[in-house]
Every structure is written in structure tokens, then in C-alpha cells.
């Protein structure tokens, strides 16, 4: 699982509100342009000013901030009022830290100078909420840490696949604590995966309040951090994420939490801080569950983020992404430009974003990307957004722009195979992807139908063929264990793998998750509450009895899927007949040829460019390539 979180070492300043390390927060009015927001982010040759830093802003489309007081993205080309009246912005940082933007797009644009700085707090903050001091805490499952551990020393082969989805900074509270940051309070991010126990007490002393986000692999962790803020600090404490949305009484019960937020938390948590210390206000703020007279008091849920592209980057500057980038076996970096999944998959937890499918801008999409690629050179980008592909259009314009732009990094998707066609794989291959994860689940058809995943096996055969001949590398997810499944069921889905020939496959067993159709169906049936589990992808532990195998057939089930796949794929004959397929789809699409040799030319600049970074060390072996396509690159340089 990798990583991402934005340029701390050129981070702009300003002399009020340091943050955690001492370092003054810059003023928002500047952050849009300092941290290379959306298009429309940009400052223009209109030359109006911030009236809190004055310094030139120009016209915005509006949307990246939000005003202070509403909470909303201010409307039309209106940028909000800066909310550090007379904060300065230290212009020897803040010209380093908005270079690379200025570099690739040219210059003509506002400069940015020095303006007197004051010791004024934000006013728009009441006396309440001003200034506090916030730490978000992801927790992560022990015991999954600690089996991660001797399985990433003990298997190098697959080191990388499970250290890729098991260490990044976490995105949710990366852009919850941007949020904070735009409203004035300081914001420290501890990631459970990475950090021992001392600095995460060491951050509940320091803060005001806080806040703690699960999944419900890691409830039990995340409820004995609860309960340890409480007892031994006794501050306020906030659980938000998947298992709080759908079953709060496992920390408000265990006396773990104050409050529990439902669903997206970033309108709700700003809104508790403004009333942190007032509890006989908790019941008008919409989302959230707490214990009133001694009962569970749940108020309505509050509707999803409908434009995204109000929100602000995450918060990338509170991680040390260096550190993050060290740990993984293949470094990259992480990003999310949607939210959401229209399809109703019995097994997906829907609780949090019910079917409701939002996406940023194409604009700034390419502009968090391209800020990515030019403030980490990351070997990889890895896209979390739960189904990339579901807008074709947006695809393909995402595509254009950053061809466009003249961009090249590598990036990688999940999405569903069925949302696939020839034109978008070929534009998004040409722009850098060099991976797409579908969720395949089973080959066979009864079960596709139990599932509700709205696909056919032939789609899938259709899919296949069509990433084969563009020339994409692509993985399967399949999941094994459903109540209903039988023998006859695997072994389709191991025909369907065979035919297909993707090249990679993931298998996982089912793990009813609180929020789920299946785990309804099974709630009578399951040995104990998921909640006190702790399991991953990789690692799981037997829920409930199933009716057709026992726990060990459906291992060895997994490992046979496992076995077919590598016979179907990497022995020599099955590489030769990809290979034939790949210059047959040539010859039939001669635009194949064209694409093949831009891309190496593409590719091979950004291999310079990671060679020349701090993670160089990962294309060691490619320095025959680069050097092949780009001879006069000092690769030692």
C-alpha cells in the first residue's frame, strides 16, 4: 500500500500558528497557488489581493477553499477573504515552494512578495474552537502489523505486492486534517501501521482532541486507543471511518469515545470542534452518535460531500513521505480523485458512500498529480479511488491533459473490466498507467449473480482481450467463500482465469463486513463478532461455518486458483502467445505502433527523473534503458 502527502521541506510560512514542529502554517489565501490546486486555482493576471497576506491573487473558479464562515465553496470566480489578516508569507520558502509549477508553465504570472506580519488569530475562529490542537491517529491491527513483519522478511517475492497495501499514509485523515489546517487549528497525523505506542501517546498528550479513524479490521485496536485516550489523558475523543459509521455502540458502549461520527467526516468533525465543550449542543449537528442520559443518541445522517473539488489536497506535508517511501518495496505514492461506487456489491460495505459516485474536476485532478510527480518523483501513483474508470469521458480527458501538459508518470487503478473499451485503455496507457486491478471475484455465473457485481463471464473474456491488446498489464481480485458457493463454482473461476490469462491474481476469503448484504445474511450464522477479529486480504480467520468446505479446502481452494494461474502464465509458451498477441493487435491497429514508440520515449524521461531522485535506487536495473533512449543522461548526476 504506498504512499502520498505533499512537500513539507518547502513548505510556505508565515510567523503565527506554528504548526506541531514549530513551523509558522502559511497563509491560505497563498495555498491554492503554493500547493498547485486546480486550474482554476490559478493566479491570474487580474490583479486583485488577499486582504488578510495582500498578496496578488487574481480570479479563482472557487471551489479549493472554503469560506469560513459557511463552510462552503464561495460561489462563481469569488475567492474567500484570507482568514490571517495580516499574515505574511516568508517569500524566500514560498517562491521555492511554488517553482516547479512556475517552471513547467512559464513565466508572466503575479510574483509573490513579503507583507508585514502580525500576531493576530483568526477571528473567524470563536473562543471555543481557536487554535486547538488536533491529532488524527489511524489504527492499524497489531497483530496484522506484527504478521506483515515476518511475512515481508520471510517471502521477498512477495514482499512488495503486500508491503504496497500495507504501508501509506492514510488519505481520509490526510485531508481532514488539510481541512483543519484552512481553519486555523494545528494538526498532528500518527499512522498506527508505522509508529510505536510512546509517540502516540506523546501526540494524545499534546492535543486538545482526538480523533481516531477505523476499519473494522482494526476496530479492537482502534477501541483500546479509545479507552487509553480517555482514561489516561481524559480528552475528547472522535471515532470516525467504516466501523464507527456502522457500529457505533462498539466504542461508545466501551466508554472508547465521545463521539462517533456517520460516514464523511468533513463537514461533521470542523463542526464538532466549533462546539467541542458545549455537549448540550452535540444533538443539532447532523451525523454523529454519543451517549446522552446513558443512552445511544444518533442524530439524522447528514448528506455526502456532493462537489469534491471544494475540498482541499490532503494534508501530504504531515507525513514524512521519505520515510513512507524507504519502507515500501516499490515506492509510490498514493492519491484519490473520486468517491464512491454506483454498483451494489452484496460483500462492499456501502455505509459510508451509499452509491453515490462524485469525482473531481478534470482540471484538478492532472493538477494533484502533477503536483505529486513534481514534488516526490515517485516511481508509481497509485489511484484508491474505488472504481477510476466509471466516467469514461473524465478518463480520457484526465488522459489528454496530461499528454497535454507533457507529463509523464506511472500510475496505477483499480476499476471493474466491464467499464473497459479499446480508445480509453489506449489513451490511458499513453498517459502512464501501467496497471489496473479488477475485481473479478468468481468466473462463475451463478455467483456473479449471488453477488450482485452486474458483470458477465463473457464481459470479462471481452475485457481481457482488450487490455492484451493494448498491451496493459492487469490483475484479478477473486473472493472464495460465499455461503452458496460450491466446488463446481471453482473451478469455472479457475477455466475463466485460465482462458483470460491476467497477470496477476489476488485471492481473499470472505469476511462479512457490518454493512454489508452478507453480512446480514450471515449475522445469525457467524462465530463471533468481526469486530474482535483482525484480519486482512491475506490473512483471515474463519467467521462462520460454511455449509459446502471447511476452512482448509477453501485454503487449499485459493492456492490451487493460485497454482493454475502461474501454469496459464509464466512458463515460456503462454509469454510467447501474449507477445504474438501483442504485434497481431499491432498490425490490425497500426495507431498501437505509434503509441508504443511514445510511450518509450515518454517513459524514458521518467526514468531519468526517478534515476536522478532520492529513489533512483529502484531503476538501477533500467539504466541500460534510459540510456539507450535518452544518451546524454548522467545517470550518477
Given at each position: 500500500?504506498?504512499?502520498?502527502?505533499?512537500?513539507?521541506?518547502?513548505?510556505?510560512?508565515?510567523?503565527?500558528?506554528?504548526?506541531?514542529?514549530?513551523?509558522?502554517?502559511?497563509?491560505?489565501?497563498?495555498?491554492?497557488?503554493?500547493?498547485?490546486?486546480?486550474?482554476?486555482?490559478?493566479?491570474?493576471?487580474v490583479?486583485?489581493?488577499?486582504?488578510?497576506?495582500q498578496?496578488?491573487?487574481?480570479?479563482?473558479?472557487?471551489?479549493?477553499?472554503?469560506d469560513?464562515?459557511?463552510?462552503?465553496?464561495?460561489?462563481?470566480?469569488?475567492?474567500p477573504?484570507?482568514?490571517?489578516?495580516?499574515?505574511?508569507?516568508?517569500?524566500?520558502?514560498?517562491?521555492?515552494?511554488?517553482?516547479?509549477?512556475?517552471?513547467?508553465?512559464?513565466?508572466?504570472?503575479?510574483?509573490?512578495?513579503?507583507?508585514?506580519?502580525s500576531?493576530?488569530?483568526?477571528?473567524?475562529?470563536?473562543?471555543?474552537?481557536?487554535?486547538?490542537?488536533?491529532?488524527?491517529?489511524?489504527?492499524?491491527?497489531q497483530?496484522?502489523?506484527?504478521?506483515?513483519?515476518?511475512?515481508?522478511?520471510?517471502?521477498?517475492?512477495?514482499?512488495g505486492?503486500?508491503?504496497?497495501?500495507?504501508?501509506?499514509?492514510?488519505?481520509?485523515?490526510?485531508?481532514?486534517?488539510?481541512?483543519?489546517?484552512?481553519?486555523?487549528?494545528?494538526?498532528?497525523?500518527?499512522?498506527?501501521?508505522?509508529?510505536?505506542?510512546?509517540?502516540?501517546?506523546?501526540?494524545?498528550?499534546?492535543?486538545?482532541?482526538?480523533?481516531?479513524?477505523?476499519?473494522?479490521?482494526?476496530?479492537?485496536?482502534?477501541?483500546?486507543?479509545?479507552?487509553?485516550?480517555?482514561?489516561?489523558?481524559?480528552?475528547?475523543?472522535?471515532?470516525?471511518?467504516?466501523?464507527?459509521?456502522?457500529?457505533?455502540?462498539?466504542?461508545?458502549?466501551?466508554?472508547?469515545?465521545?463521539?462517533?461520527?456517520?460516514?464523511?467526516?468533513?463537514?461533521?468533525?470542523?463542526?464538532?470542534?466549533?462546539?467541542?465543550?458545549?455537549?448540550?449542543?452535540?444533538?443539532?449537528?447532523q451525523?454523529?452518535?454519543?451517549?446522552?442520559?446513558?443512552?445511544?443518541?444518533?442524530?439524522?445522517?447528514?448528506?455526502?460531500?456532493?462537489?469534491?473539488?471544494?475540498?482541499?489536497?490532503p494534508?501530504?506535508?504531515?507525513?514524512?513521505?521519505?520515510?513512507?517511501?524507504?519502507?515500501?518495496?516499490?515506492?509510490?505514492?498514493?492519491?484519490?480523485?473520486?468517491?464512491?461506487?454506483?454498483?451494489?456489491?452484496?460483500?462492499?460495505?456501502?455505509?459510508?458512500?451509499?452509491?453515490?459516485?462524485?469525482?473531481?474536476?478534470?482540471?484538478?485532478?492532472?493538477?494533484?498529480?502533477?503536483?505529486?510527480?513534481?514534488?516526490?518523483?515517485?516511481?508509481?501513483?497509485?489511484?484508491?479511488?474505488?472504481?477510476?474508470?466509471?466516467?469514461?469521458?473524465r478518463?480520457?480527458?484526465?488522459?489528454?491533459?496530461?499528454?497535454?501538459?507533457?507529463?509523464?508518470?506511472?500510475?496505477?487503478?483499480?476499476?471493474?473490466?466491464?467499464?473497459?473499451?479499446?480508445?480509453?485503455?489506449?489513451?490511458?496507457?499513453?498517459?502512464?498507467?501501467?496497471?489496473?486491478a479488477?475485481?473479478?471475484?468468481?468466473?462463475?455465473?451463478?455467483?456473479?449473480?449471488?453477488?450482485?457485481?452486474?458483470?458477465?463471464?463473457?464481459?470479462?473474456?471481452?475485457?481481457?482481450?482488450?487490455?492484451?491488446?493494448?498491451?496493459?498489464?492487469f490483475?484479478?481480485?477473486?473472493?472464495?467463500?460465499?455461503?452458496?458457493e460450491?466446488?463446481?463454482?471453482?473451478?469455472?473461476?479457475?477455466?475463466?482465469?485460465?482462458?483470460?490469462?491476467?497477470?496477476?491474481?489476488?485471492?481473499?476469503?470472505?469476511?462479512?463486513?457490518?454493512?454489508?448484504?452478507?453480512?446480514?445474511?450471515?449475522?445469525?450464522?457467524?462465530?463471533?463478532?468481526?469486530?474482535?477479529?483482525?484480519?486482512?486480504y491475506?490473512?483471515?480467520?474463519?467467521?462462520?461455518?460454511?455449509?459446502?468446505?471447511?476452512?482448509?479446502?477453501?485454503?487449499?481452494?485459493?492456492?490451487?486458483?493460485i497454482?493454475?494461474?502461474?501454469?496459464?502464465?509464466?512458463?515460456?509458451?503462454?509469454?510467447?502467445?501474449?507477445?504474438?498477441?501483442?504485434?497481431?493487435?499491432?498490425?490490425?491497429?497500426?495507431?498501437?505502433?505509434?503509441?508504443?514508440?511514445?510511450?518509450?520515449?515518454?517513459?524514458?524521461?521518467?526514468?531519468?527523473?526517478?534515476?536522478?531522485?532520492?529513489?533512483?535506487?529502484?531503476?538501477?536495473?533500467?539504466?541500460?534503458?534510459?540510456?539507450?533512449?535518452?544518451?546524454?543522461?548522467?545517470?550518477?548526476?
Amino acid at each position: 500500500m504506498p504512499a502520498t502527502q505533499a512537500c513539507g521541506a518547502v513548505k510556505a510560512q508565515s510567523r503565527v500558528a506554528p504548526d506541531m514542529a514549530g513551523r509558522p502554517r502559511m497563509c491560505p489565501g497563498f495555498s491554492a497557488r503554493a500547493r498547485g490546486g486546480s486550474g482554476g486555482d490559478r493566479l491570474s493576471s487580474v490583479g486583485s489581493r488577499c486582504p488578510g497576506c495582500q498578496k496578488a491573487l487574481g480570479k479563482h473558479r472557487g471551489g479549493l477553499r472554503r469560506d469560513p464562515e459557511t463552510g462552503r465553496a464561495p460561489p462563481g470566480n469569488a475567492f474567500p477573504p484570507c482568514r490571517y489578516p495580516g499574515v505574511g508569507i516568508r517569500s524566500d520558502v514560498g517562491v521555492l515552494r511554488s517553482q516547479p509549477l512556475e517552471a513547467a508553465r512559464g513565466a508572466g504570472e503575479p510574483t509573490l512578495s513579503l507583507a508585514e506580519a502580525s500576531p493576530a488569530i483568526n477571528p473567524t475562529l470563536d473562543t471555543e474552537t481557536r487554535s486547538m490542537k488536533v491529532v488524527l491517529i489511524y489504527a492499524k491491527s497489531q497483530a496484522i502489523r506484527q504478521l506483515a513483519a515476518k511475512i515481508f522478511a520471510d517471502q521477498s517475492q512477495t514482499k512488495g505486492e503486500l508491503a504496497r497495501d500495507e504501508i501509506y499514509p492514510p488519505l481520509g485523515i490526510s485531508i481532514l486534517a488539510a481541512e483543519l489546517e484552512e481553519i486555523g487549528h494545528e494538526v498532528r497525523l500518527l499512522d498506527d501501521s508505522i509508529r510505536e505506542l510512546d509517540e502516540l501517546r506523546a501526540g494524545m498528550e499534546w492535543s486538545d482532541v482526538i480523533g481516531i479513524s477505523s476499519l473494522t479490521p482494526n476496530a479492537r485496536r482502534a477501541r483500546e486507543l479509545g479507552k487509553l485516550a480517555k482514561e489516561e489523558f481524559g480528552k475528547l475523543v472522535i471515532l470516525g471511518g467504516p466501523h464507527p459509521t456502522t457500529n457505533p455502540e462498539f466504542f461508545l458502549e466501551a466508554d472508547a469515545a465521545d463521539i462517533c461520527v456517520q460516514g464523511e467526516g468533513d463537514e461533521i468533525l470542523p463542526e464538532i470542534l466549533e462546539h467541542w465543550k458545549s455537549p448540550e449542543k452535540w444533538p443539532e449537528i447532523q451525523g454523529i452518535t454519543f451517549m446522552k442520559d446513558g443512552e445511544l443518541f444518533a442524530t439524522p445522517r447528514r448528506p455526502l460531500v456532493k462537489d469534491i473539488d471544494a475540498l482541499p489536497l490532503p494534508a501530504y506535508h504531515l507525513w514524512d513521505i521519505p520515510e513512507y517511501m524507504r519502507l515500501m518495496v516499490n515506492p509510490g505514492v498514493t492519491a484519490i480523485t473520486s468517491r464512491g461506487c454506483p454498483y451494489a456489491c452484496t460483500f462492499c460495505d456501502a455505509e459510508m458512500t451509499p452509491r453515490q459516485y462524485r469525482s473531481m474536476s478534470v482540471d484538478k485532478t492532472v493538477d494533484l498529480l502533477e503536483h505529486i510527480m513534481r514534488t516526490y518523483n515517485p516511481p508509481q501513483i497509485i489511484l484508491f479511488d474505488d472504481l477510476f474508470t466509471i466516467q469514461r469521458k473524465r478518463v480520457i480527458a484526465i488522459c489528454k491533459e496530461i499528454i497535454r501538459r507533457d507529463l509523464y508518470f506511472e500510475w496505477i487503478c483499480e476499476s471493474r473490466v466491464d467499464t473497459m473499451d479499446f480508445e480509453m485503455l489506449r489513451w490511458m496507457k499513453k498517459a502512464g498507467c501501467v496497471k489496473i486491478a479488477y475485481g473479478l471475484e468468481s468466473g462463475s455465473p451463478d455467483m456473479l449473480v449471488t453477488m450482485k457485481k452486474g458483470v458477465t463471464p463473457d464481459k470479462v473474456r471481452a475485457g481481457s482481450k482488450v487490455n492484451r491488446q493494448v498491451g496493459m498489464y492487469f490483475k484479478f481480485f477473486v473472493l472464495y467463500g460465499f455461503p452458496s458457493e460450491q466446488k463446481k463454482d471453482h473451478v469455472i473461476t479457475e477455466e475463466l482465469v485460465r482462458e483470460t490469462r491476467p497477470d496477476s491474481v489476488c485471492v481473499a476469503l470472505l469476511q462479512p463486513i457490518p454493512g454489508t448484504e452478507v453480512y446480514e445474511e450471515l449475522k445469525p450464522r457467524l462465530l463471533q463478532d468481526v469486530a474482535e477479529i483482525e484480519f486482512h486480504y491475506w490473512h483471515s480467520t474463519e467467521t462462520f461455518k460454511h455449509p459446502n468446505f471447511t476452512y482448509e479446502e477453501l485454503h487449499e481452494a485459493r492456492d490451487r486458483l493460485i497454482k493454475v494461474h502461474h501454469a496459464a502464465t509464466k512458463s515460456l509458451m503462454p509469454r510467447v502467445r501474449r507477445k504474438l498477441e501483442r504485434a497481431v493487435a499491432m498490425l490490425l491497429h497500426p495507431e498501437l505502433i505509434g503509441d508504443w514508440f511514445e510511450i518509450r520515449r515518454r517513459r524514458a524521461r521518467h526514468l531519468k527523473r526517478v534515476a536522478n531522485s532520492d529513489w533512483g535506487y529502484i531503476y538501477e536495473e533500467e539504466k541500460d534503458f534510459v540510456a539507450q533512449q535518452v544518451p546524454t543522461v548522467n545517470m550518477n548526476a
